[in-house]
């Protein structure tokens, strides 16, 4: 058990985390050149301009979505209020798709309504578009971390207290450090987003990074403008490895739909509601529109969907292929945290946290700083570099969701299978796998989801002329029609949302049924 599951991890931080450290060894064995352009990006105007503009842009979107995502979370995990299914499932779209398409669709809309081009471009359409795209990782984060709340806390509040002095008082304390690690994740996610803020013509470090890799191959420069995206992901994973992580990722209690208290809004459940649906429809439905109303009609639609049908294909199966990699590592990853919680095995979570943290274009970077030699061409000129970056990148979503599952299962289950004599590969097929399925087909989905919607990993990855969607989306917004660039959009929605909207219906229905 023991060297089949170490075998497991050394392969997976050797195949991952090790082409990152190479490319830190670069900053620590700074060549002439390197030294220069660090210099340079550091000390020069440009330099501080990128500095303020990333931290800015971060900070403002994690203020704004946390102050939002909250009471939202509240709103949509803990009022019994109608159709929350449903409105909640809509307020996650924008967090499924690639987040250009956000900034697109808004484009689009407002383009149809009669604004000028202009209208969203730089800090404040870019501050719009990020808040809508994580507004939802806050909001899922309260809405989980409510499950953790020992319903007897709240109920023995109730006695002597409203609803809001208890969620003021009680709650919200509970829950705060997973809050506050859903606010690490916003800012480290939006310092390392490169796509809108390209799109919206808005200056910031994962941008200047992409640029000079993939337009002038200036390693270098591109590389040292990777460095402050780097110390950021290590400094809010040590914060959160220090402080949150225990908080956080071994929750003593977790109320299933039975013992979990909600609030009965009484009269202001309508209100409630009508509010929740409008948010919904401005933040989703109405770019939407604006999308399907610059497609123009059915056929560019269809012409859309048959030039890049090839570019779905690799899409999917990339996606499939991706996802089955990170459900199978994730997977040892979680056991091992969940049979051997020291620090130790601790770190590493903390290693796929840093690593799920950096931006896609650092790791892509690293990786094919590493992996561009002769001797490894097999993966480098291949769809397996890609891959490679995927469970890099995605390796702490799956290495969670499947601790969470593991932990569920009382461990009297595998003792008794023990006690009958039953081998380690006979309790993980007969019982661990059976029992932990729930969360391993989730695991699947959520990185199958996404890698769907990853672009800046994706762009600079991909072998050539085995392009994904959206790649082949966000180049053609370049120079192709607005009209084209809206039905590659819709196809890009429908390929998300369709497997999306198929395992929501079926996870919650199977929660219905219990």
Known sequence: MALFTGVILLLFLGLTLLPVGAMLWRF????????????????????????????????????????????LGILLGKVDLPFRRFLTFLLFVPLMLPPYIFAVAWNAFLRTAGFPMETLSGLGG???ILFAVYLPLPTLATMLFLRTVPSRLEEAGRLCASWPTVLRSITLPT???????????????TLGESSVPMYLHYDVYAVESFVQFSAFYRFDTATAATLPLVA??????????????????????????????????????YPLLLFTATWTTVTVLLPMTGLAMEAGNFTHLLDAFTTAFDALSRTLLYAAAGATLLTFFGFFIGYTLFKHPFRGVEALDAVTIFLFTLPGTVI?????????TPSTNLVYATPLILLLGYLAKYAA?????????????????????????????????????????????????????FILRDTDLTTLLYPSGNDTLSVRIFTT???????????????????????????WIHFIGKERRR
């Open 126 to 128: 870019t501050f719009f």
């Open 175 to 189: 829950i705060l450090p997973g809050i506050l690690l859903a606010a690490l994740i916003v800012f480290l996610l």
């Open 232 to 269: 950021a992901a290590l400094c809010l994973t040590l914060v959160e490895n220090l402080y949150l992580r225990n908080r956080t990722a071994f929750p003593r209690h977790f109320a299933d739909s039975d013992t979990f208290l909600r609030i009965d809004p009484g009269e202001s459940k």
């Open 364 to 372: 892509a970077i690293a990786f094919i700083l590493f992996w561009n």
């Open 397 to 449: 979503l799956t290495g969670r969701l499947s601790f969470v599952g593991l932990s569920s299962i009382p461990p009297s289950m595998e003792e008794a299978a023990q006690i009958a004599g039953a081998g380690w590969f006979g309790r993980l097929r007969h019982i661990l796998l059976p029992l932990a399925m729930d969360a391993i087909a989730g695991s699947w989905i959520v990185a199958f989801l």
């Open 477 to 503: 917004m370049a120079n192709g029609s607005p009209e084209t660039v809206a039905s590659l959009c819709l196809v890009m929605a429908a390929t998300v949302l369709l497997p999306a909207s198929a395992a």
């Open 28 to 71: 620590f064995a700074l060549s002439d050149t390197l030294a220069a352009s660090l210099t340079e990006l550091l000390f020069s105007t440009h330099g501080w301009e990128l500095l303020a503009h990333s931290v800015l842009l971060a900070s403002l979107v994690t203020l704004s979505t946390t102050m939002a995502g909250v009471p």
